[in-house]
């Protein structure tokens, strides 16, 4: 059933709502990473759905976005003299 419902989509369009495992990967951790950091504040809380607990894709990316690192102001670690 599940596998029927990514089906419906198309592939261009990817869905808005992500399972815990989805919202992981959508970021590139682990979900154990992911739980982490959805506990201490650098990934946003689920909402609810009646039993199902879903990540709102936006959301994620503007936590994405907001983590360190990647910005041409942050220190070039390669630039770095030690």
Request: hydrophobic letters at 40%.
């Amino acid at each position: 059933m599940r596998a029927q419902r990514a089906e419906v989509l198309p592939v261009s369009l990817p869905p808005r709502g992500l399972a815990r495992e989805q919202a992981a990967a959508y970021i590139g951790v682990s979900a154990s990473l992911f739980d982490e950091m959805v506990g201490d504040g650098r990934m946003p809380k689920p909402k609810k759905a009646n039993a199902r607990t879903i990540w709102d894709r936006m959301a994620l990316d503007r936590a994405f976005t907001r983590l360190p690192g990647g910005d041409p102001d942050d220190a070039d670690d390669w630039s770095v003299e030690v």
